[in-house]
Structures are given as structure tokens and as C-alpha cells.
């Protein structure tokens, strides 16, 4: 059975500076990754996704998402935080099937 | 755009009523899910259906029902309202393979359901 483990419940950073948040995966065979953002009293929205190829994924919004094969893991990145960026994010993996696992949420708050 | 529709964004009821909470989509998927959201817990699956008036039991089953006449529509079903059942629900929907050219963002997910039971 495949898993995720999002390692910080809350990442706080100021407006401007790196916002990195992480996740670590299981799953048998190759892993289709995708993360998702939440804002309050919303759905979860499409981010970004690994499929296949380069390691490194640009999504909506200025994020990117590298790839990590070795350490099994696919950590959320913007070189400039907003405070707009504030919002819950979820990891999540598939071995390619209908059944996506999903992380716990990480809570990101960006502070002016 | 593709949609995922719930039918209601806030809905207050009382102990004990029977509560329907519905999702449609418009994107022809096989699949339908039912989430619960509560915070520090994550997402936990209730219940999910692979075809027309079929499902299976998620992580969470017990106080819910779920009803699938239709391919676009995933209706959950609270037999007997609790306070505990106090949550946001999410629908989402898929097709068969995530990724594929009809589910290019995995699951696609409604804008969510915040039930309050009093």
C-alpha cells in the first residue's frame, strides 16, 4: 500500500523569503506525485504533478516541486513567499491506479 | 472547466435528522469519493463508488450511507444525524487511471460541504 508523510503540521515563513514544504512517499512501483492547496472553506486545488521526466515541476502560482528518487521524495518550493500563499497543502501518490493517498496537510502561513 | 458541484457550502441540521449531502460532475468519471476533513486529522475517505450503484467502504463507514444512481452523481447519506458528524465534507472524482488524459489533475474535488449538527 502506498503512503505520504508530510514531516511539518506548519511552516511559517516571512513574505519574500524561500518557502519549502515537505513530503516523503511509499508506494510500489513508479509514483505519479501531485500536490494540492487548500484555502479556507474551499476544495482542494491542483498544483502541480511528477509524472515522468525532468525532476524538477513547475506549477500554478510560481510553485515548483522537485523530484528525488533516491530519497523518495517530492518537497513544494516558491523563491518568494506571498502572503497569499497562505493555505493548507496536501502531498499526495499514486502507483498509477484510481487510489491517490494522501498526506496530512502541511498549514503554511506567510507573514507580512 | 470541469466541475465538481456540491450542493450546499453551509449546512446547519439537527440530532437525529437524516441529511443528504450531493455531488455532481461533469467529466464523465468512473470514480466518486466522499471525504471528511476534521483538523490534525488529514483527509479520511468514507466511502467511494467505482460505477453505477456500486461502492465500497472507505477508512470511516459507520453513521453514513452513500447512494449512486447515476454516473454524475455521488449522494452521502447521515442515516441519523450526530453531533460528532459535525465536519467539512469533500466530493471528488476520477477516472479509472490517475493520471490519465480524463483526470489530468488526479482527483478534482468540490468546494466542499461545512455540516454542522446541533
Known amino acids: 500500500a502506498q503512503s505520504v508523510a508530510q514531516p511539518e503540521d506548519q511552516v511559517n515563513v516571512a513574505e519574500g523569503n524561500p518557502l519549502t514544504v515537505k513530503c516523503t512517499y511509499s508506494v510500489s512501483g513508479n509514483p505519479y506525485l501531485f500536490w494540492y492547496v487548500q484555502y479556507p472553506n474551499r476544495g482542494l486545488q491542483f498544483l502541480l504533478k511528477y509524472i515522468t521526466g525532468d525532476n524538477l515541476v513547475k506549477g500554478s502560482y510560481g510553485f515548483e516541486a522537485e523530484f528525488n528518487k533516491s530519497q523518495t521524495s517530492f518537497h513544494l518550493k516558491k523563491p518568494s513567499a506571498l502572503v497569499s500563499d497562505s493555505a493548507l497543502y496536501f502531498c499526495a501518490v499514486t502507483p498509477g491506479d484510481y487510489k491517490l493517498s494522501f498526506g496530512a496537510g502541511t498549514t503554511v502561513t506567510v507573514r507580512a | 472547466d470541469v466541475k465538481v458541484t456540491q450542493s450546499s457550502r453551509y449546512l446547519v441540521k439537527r440530532t437525529g435528522e437524516k441529511v443528504f449531502l450531493e455531488c455532481v460532475q461533469d467529466?464523465?468519471?468512473?470514480?466518486m469519493f466522499w471525504y471528511r476533513q476534521d483538523p490534525g486529522l488529514g483527509l479520511r475517505l468514507i466511502y467511494f463508488?467505482?460505477?453505477?450503484?456500486?461502492?465500497e467502504k472507505g477508512d470511516i463507514p459507520e453513521g453514513y450511507s452513500v447512494s449512486r444512481e447515476k454516473k454524475e452523481r455521488f449522494s452521502l447519506i447521515l442515516e441519523s444525524a450526530s453531533t460528532n458528524q459535525t465536519s467539512m465534507y469533500l466530493c471528488?472524482?476520477?477516472?479509472?487511471?490517475?493520471?490519465?488524459?480524463?483526470?489530468?489533475?488526479?482527483?478534482?474535488f468540490g468546494s466542499g460541504t461545512r455540516l454542522t449538527v446541533v
Open positions: 471528488a472524482s476520477s477516472s479509472v487511471a490517475v493520471p490519465g488524459d480524463r483526470a489530468p489533475y488526479g482527483y478534482t
Open positions: 463508488s467505482y460505477d453505477v450503484k456500486m461502492k
Open positions: 467529466m464523465d468519471h468512473e470514480n
